[in-house]
C-alpha cells in the first residue's frame, strides 16, 4: 500500500511538472488536458484520477508555489529587531537572492503574469491571486505600521501609502526581469532600487 501511495505521489507530481512545462510553451488557456497526459507520460484517466480538471491542475501549482515576498516577509515579521526598516530592507534583497536560485518560481511566476488569460475557466483564479496579493500588502503594512508607531517613518508617508509603492516596485522588479529574459543584473540593481525607496521612508 505505501509503495501505490508513493506511486500515486509521483505520478501526480508528474503531471504538475508537466503541466508547468506545457503552460510555460504555450499558455494555460491553450494547454490540452491530454497534452498534459502526454508530456507527463500517462494516460488522460491518470490525469483525471488526480485532477478535476485544468483549473484544478493551476491550482496544484499554486498551492505549491512560495513567492519570495511571503516566505522572506513572514520571517521579518517575527524578527524582533529594533529596526524595523532595517529588516524590511534585507529581507527583500534576501528574496531577490532566493527567486534568482530557484528556477521553478521562477517558471510559476511566469505563468501567473505572462502566460494565462483569466477568463473562462481560469477566471476563478483572479480572486486567490486577489487574495494572495492583500496577504502580502497586509503583511507589508503590518511591519510599516511597526515603523510608523517606532517614529522610523518618514512624515511624507504612512504604512498605509508606503506598503503598496513598496509592493509595486518589488512585483515590478521580478515582473520585467522576466519579460526582458534576464537582461539585467537582478539582484545588483534590484537592490538598488530598493534601498533607495526605502530611504525615502526613513524618518530623517
Given at each position: 500500500?505505501?509503495?501505490?501511495?508513493?506511486?500515486?505521489?509521483?505520478?501526480?507530481?508528474?503531471?504538475?511538472?508537466?503541466?508547468?512545462?506545457m503552460?510555460?510553451?504555450?499558455?494555460?488557456?491553450?494547454?490540452?488536458?491530454?497534452?498534459?497526459?502526454r508530456?507527463?507520460?500517462?494516460?488522460r484517466?491518470a490525469?483525471?484520477?488526480?485532477?478535476?480538471?485544468k483549473?484544478?491542475?493551476?491550482?496544484?501549482?499554486?498551492?505549491?508555489?512560495?513567492?519570495p515576498?511571503?516566505?522572506i516577509?513572514?520571517?521579518?515579521?517575527?524578527?524582533?529587531q529594533?529596526?524595523?526598516?532595517?529588516v524590511?530592507?534585507?529581507?527583500?534583497i534576501?528574496?531577490?537572492?532566493?527567486?534568482?536560485?530557484?528556477?521553478?518560481?521562477?517558471?510559476?511566476?511566469?505563468?501567473?503574469n505572462?502566460?494565462?488569460?483569466?477568463v473562462?475557466?481560469?477566471?476563478p483564479?483572479?480572486?486567490?491571486?486577489?487574495?494572495?496579493?492583500?496577504n502580502?500588502?497586509?503583511?507589508?503594512?503590518?511591519?510599516?505600521?511597526?515603523?510608523?508607531?517606532?517614529?522610523?517613518?518618514?512624515?511624507?508617508?504612512?504604512?498605509q501609502?508606503?506598503?503598496?509603492?513598496?509592493?509595486?516596485?518589488?512585483?515590478?522588479?521580478?515582473?520585467?526581469?522576466?519579460?526582458?529574459?534576464?537582461?539585467?543584473?537582478?539582484?545588483?540593481?534590484?537592490?538598488?532600487?530598493?534601498?533607495?525607496?526605502?530611504?525615502?521612508?526613513?524618518?530623517?
Open positions: 500500500m505505501r509503495r501505490t501511495k508513493a506511486e500515486a505521489a509521483e505520478t501526480r507530481e508528474a503531471i504538475i511538472i508537466a503541466a508547468e512545462q503552460f510555460l510553451e504555450r499558455g494555460v488557456n491553450q494547454t490540452s488536458i491530454q497534452e498534459i497526459a508530456r507527463a507520460g500517462v494516460t484517466g490525469v483525471y484520477f488526480h485532477f478535476k480538471d483549473l484544478d491542475i493551476f491550482q496544484a501549482i499554486l498551492g505549491q508555489a512560495c513567492f515576498q511571503e516566505e516577509m513572514l520571517q521579518a515579521a517575527a524578527c524582533n529594533p529596526n524595523t526598516l532595517n524590511l530592507e534585507t529581507s527583500l534576501h528574496a531577490l537572492n532566493s527567486f534568482i536560485a530557484n528556477e521553478r518560481q521562477q517558471i510559476v511566476f511566469t505563468i501567473i505572462q502566460r494565462c488569460e483569466y473562462g475557466e481560469m477566471a483564479i483572479i480572486a486567490r491571486l486577489q487574495d494572495a496579493r492583500a502580502v500588502l497586509s503583511l507589508f503594512t503590518a511591519l510599516l505600521e511597526v515603523a510608523e508607531r517606532r517614529n522610523e517613518l518618514s512624515r511624507e508617508w504612512t504604512a501609502t508606503a506598503a503598496p509603492i513598496l509592493l509595486a516596485v518589488f512585483g515590478g522588479l521580478l515582473s520585467d526581469w522576466l519579460r526582458s529574459d534576464k537582461s539585467f543584473d537582478l539582484v545588483t540593481y534590484g537592490s538598488k532600487a530598493i534601498s533607495a525607496l526605502i530611504l525615502s521612508f526613513r524618518h530623517r
